[in-house]
């Protein structure tokens, strides 16, 4: 069976932020519901419902991607969800498409070091050499541009 046929149709499971973030959860290690709701609302500030979460493991253990094990809780019992090998690729699968879009979306913000070339993400150090504005990770890399710059000058 392929990867894809494995994961049919999770584009329309996975149709919304709560459900991924779900995912993100379950993806950090074994837990159980109330333990997901309780980490979604510190984490996002916001309420999931258990009316989204319960059906959601269900169709993801229905699918595969989930397993889970019985844990006993004084005279009750815990039902403890972890992926499974397939749910594991599902979200290294997921994370990297997400990956891709905040990388679109904070393209805009990025700089580049003129000096060592890492990615800035707001905050550069930014002089003014040559009349001309130029952003930096940090002062020291500016420095160290201007000095690799007097030298090539002297070089001439």
């Not at 996002?44 to 959601?56: G, Q």
């Not at 815990?78 to 393209?107: D, M, N, P, Q």
């Not at 001309?132 to 001439?156: G, N, P, V, W």
């Amino acid at each position: 069976m392929t990867k894809t046929a494995k994961t049919g149709g999770i584009d329309e499971l996975i149709s919304d932020f709560s459900r991924f973030y779900t995912l993100t959860i379950l993806y950090e290690g074994p837990t159980h519901g109330y333990s997901i709701i309780s980490q979604f609302k510190k984490r996002v500030k916001k309420e999931i419902s258990p009316s989204l979460v319960y059906p959601f493991l269900q169709q993801l253990q229905d699918k595969g991607l989930v397993k889970y094990t019985i844990e006993p809780v004084g005279e009750k019992e815990r039902k403890i969800f972890e992926l499974t090998e397939e749910g594991r690729e599902l979200c290294t699968c997921l994370f990297k498409r997400f990956a891709g879009l905040v990388s679109i979306a904070i393209e805009p913000s990025l700089s580049v070091c003129a000096h060592c070339g890492c990615k800035v993400y707001e905050g550069a150090y930014k002089e003014v050499i040559d009349g001309k504005e130029i952003a930096f990770c940090c002062s020291h890399c500016a420095a160290s541009y201007k000095e690799c710059k007097t030298t090539a000058k002297q070089a001439k």
